[in-house]
């Protein structure tokens, strides 16, 4: 006996390595991974994660890259996984936040005519527009324009709510007016609070400004990105026989990816090369809060390049 | 008997007219106003508002003006109360979330050398100027800076936020690096949600902001407006003999104006002029939910011209 086999149905941060990874890989079929702290940071690949990523598409399983990154379009991904030295990734295997948010616009939402009101970034944008979906072209305001006088479309159907760079207090104002329809649908690419950048600083996510927006009106944002299961569903309605038991997803951010996981039914796999410590995981699995639970995965790995003995076991 | 001296007894939504009013002004002997809703909507009066303020200081009262907009330095109130008509309104009778907020910074915070960061408007910086609280003059941002790439100053003791219609992405992920330090106080103005303007639309309110900086940031925010205790503590502290008990809370919504009065064991009076109406207020009274009794006021008046006839009795 390896323990493997045991691994496997244990529930809670159960440290994993060689043998059990081995099975891990037996007993999925698809494998779901964040990409930001877990495939890389920034511009630089996790060491080892190319291979891993290559090895698990070479062996004919369904690899997904479910990101709340709304920033960047799906072709900007590609390329960057090919400068990054990732092979045989595709466009469809590419869920992002700005994606999937324009796929439900235009098939769950079906947003015809009038237009979405977008307070985010040119990513966002350029998805609506390949999914077809209207959205309003933001001319630049007028200098001195306030909430007071400035001009309001007439039949925005929908306010979507991203990382906006650009954001200011009248884009607040705007949405927050035309969020007084109640027919008006409010939607959120994700709910992420911050993203840690170099020096100690950090950088707001969509979720700061989607919680000015529900202060303002008084409303609850649908949330498109992890934890959300809206992602999930989309993997699932495009490719078939993704199987809930059998998909593991692997992220660094418990209260995210491993509520993700745990939203869709998934196995989840804590790796340590970005946000969450394995003290956290820890820390919530001693919880007697049942809702805490969702939060601790079933697996930790100090980095997702542990799967690379198994393969040299496999081969 | 006129039932004025069981009105007095009397909790939760009671319509008052004449003699109960005349028993409320004798029994009282300071009256809290809220200002937009009560007294005036922007540039008019309530009809009657200036002769019931008048005849209170006539006939000794206290009279306070307690106010969450804090986008007018006290001075620039008190040429308002003048050009609405109402006279013999002084500085003193003004206490304004932006006041509180710079004595707060300097007798409580005691802020010294470094300085506050202002998420605000001109009316804050100038409050803070006059009580001699040191704050980061904000040069305008360089075009193109991000908080990548952006100065961050050293020794930040607070971020105080408050209503800002220059608010931008970078103001907010600036205060968001400040944060960072727990040492650095986080201070709100007011935690409003929004303000009504025509036409249907809305103003968001300081509340919104907040919310911004307590998702990035993790941190809750130190109010000073109404609902918080902290203005009826100012008034306390600079005038003698205010006794909680002989205080009437005048204001037009529930969840800021009553619960303001609840939190500093003041009788609450809402008057129908503003936000809030009756039927909100009876709804609080049916809840079972006994934080929900907080918002239900004592008293109710169609507008504070029902004071009038109560003062010409009384005459």
Redesign the interface.
């Known amino acids: 006996m390896d323990g493997g086999a045991a691994a496997i149905g244990l529930k809670g941060c159960r440290r994993v390595r060689g043998a059990q990874i081995r099975h891990l890989l037996d007993a999925k079929a698809c494998f779901l991974f964040d990409c930001d702290g877990v495939i890389w940071h920034g511009e630089q690949a996790v060491p080892g994660a190319p291979r891993v990523v290559h090895a698990l598409l070479r062996r004919g399983k369904g690899v997904f890259f479910v990101t709340n990154n709304c920033t960047r379009p799906r072709e900007t991904y590609v390329r960057k996984f090919r400068r990054l030295g990732f092979t045989g990734v595709r466009r469809e295997h590419i869920f992002s936040s700005s994606y999937c948010a324009a796929l439900y616009l235009r098939d769950v939402a079906q947003v015809r005519g009038g237009g979405v009101f977008v307070v985010g970034c040119e990513g966002m944008r350029e998805e609506l527009r390949e999914a077809g979906v209207p959205y309003l072209q933001e001319e630049a305001d007028v200098p001195g324009a306030?909430?007071?006088d400035c001009a309001?479309s007439a039949g925005v159907k929908a306010v979507l709510v991203g990382h906006?760079?650009?954001?200011?207090?009248?884009k607040?104002?705007k949405a927050?007016?035309y969020l007084?329809d109640p027919d008006c649908l409010f939607l959120a690419t994700d709910s992420d609070?911050?993203h840690p950048?170099?020096d100690?600083?950090?950088?707001?996510?969509s979720?700061?400004?989607t919680?000015?927006?529900?202060?303002?009106?008084?409303r609850k944002a649908t949330v498109i990105g992890k934890p959300s299961r809206f992602m999930f569903e989309c993997i699932s309605s495009q490719f078939t026989g993704v199987d809930p038991a059998q998909c593991l997803m692997v992220g660094d951010r418990l209260e995210t990816d491993m509520l993700f996981g745990s939203n869709c039914g998934l196995d989840t796999m804590l790796t340590l090369t970005g946000v969450s410590q394995l003290e956290d995981a820890e820390e919530y699995s001693r919880s007697e809060q049942s809702t805490k639970q969702c939060f601790v995965p079933d697996y930790v790995v100090d980095t997702i390049a542990d799967f690379l003995p198994a393969f040299e076991e496999l081969d």
Chains 1, 2 share one sequence.
């Open positions: 306030t909430i007071y309001l906006d760079d650009q954001f200011t207090f009248l607040l104002a927050s007016c007084r609070p911050w950048l170099k100690g600083r950090i950088l707001p996510g979720g700061c400004l919680a000015a927006l529900e202060v303002a009106t008084g």
